[in-house]
């Protein structure tokens, strides 16, 4: 596997490491962070969930789960999500952030990264990520990075006994 590291200074996004065992549920393990997720992201976010993560990621080729740093310190995740068949030409991208990481700009930072490996690199020709409708910090992130919203995808999400909307964002490869 080559190493994907991508970097604006402050902000890197790199492969997981082991070194990132402790950190995975000190920060995931917060209902907060884990409310506006997949529940594929677990909570509680225990370290037996930190391990099997990290051994997941581990055998990625090429790698579409990566780790969030900021200031050297993991902050959070950022991955691409693969469709099929039909829509094997686009990619699902999530991320998320330790509660203390919210408000710095650091999510917007780690998409800007990494968009190009996903449309230049691995040639995807289309990036969607889907947002719970309350989440209008995720939707900014998504609008700073030239990501346009598609859509409302009406009472699309059931989660901890909630249903809610979700809108569509995606960006395109250019020709």
């Given amino acids: 596997m080559r190493e994907c590291t991508f970097s604006d200074g402050d902000v890197v996004v790199r492969p997981y490491r082991d070194t990132d065992r402790a950190d995975l549920p000190r920060l995931g393990n917060n209902p907060a962070v884990s409310e506006y997720l997949s529940m594929v992201f ?19 080729d090429p790698v579409m789960d990566f780790a969030i740093e900021y200031r050297g310190a993991l902050a959070g995740g950022v991955g691409l999500k693969p469709m099929i068949l039909d829509y094997s030409g686009t990619v699902e991208l999530g991320y998320w952030l330790g509660q203390e990481y919210w408000g710095k700009g650091i999510a917007s930072r780690a998409v800007r990264l990494i968009v190009p490996y996903a449309l230049d690199e691995l040639l995807y020709i289309r990036i969607h990520a889907l ?35 979700a809108f569509i964002y995606s960006r395109l490869r250019n020709p």
Avoid: M
């Fill in 131 to 165: 947002v719970h409708s309350p989440n209008v910090a995720s939707c900014r992130v998504l609008e700073k990075n030239g990501f346009e919203r598609e859509g409302l995808l009406r009472k699309l999400v059931r989660k901890n006994g909630i249903i809610r909307d």
């Fill in 42 to 60: 677990p909570h509680p976010y225990t370290d037996a969930n930190a391990a099997e993560w990290l051994e997941v990621t581990s055998r990625q």
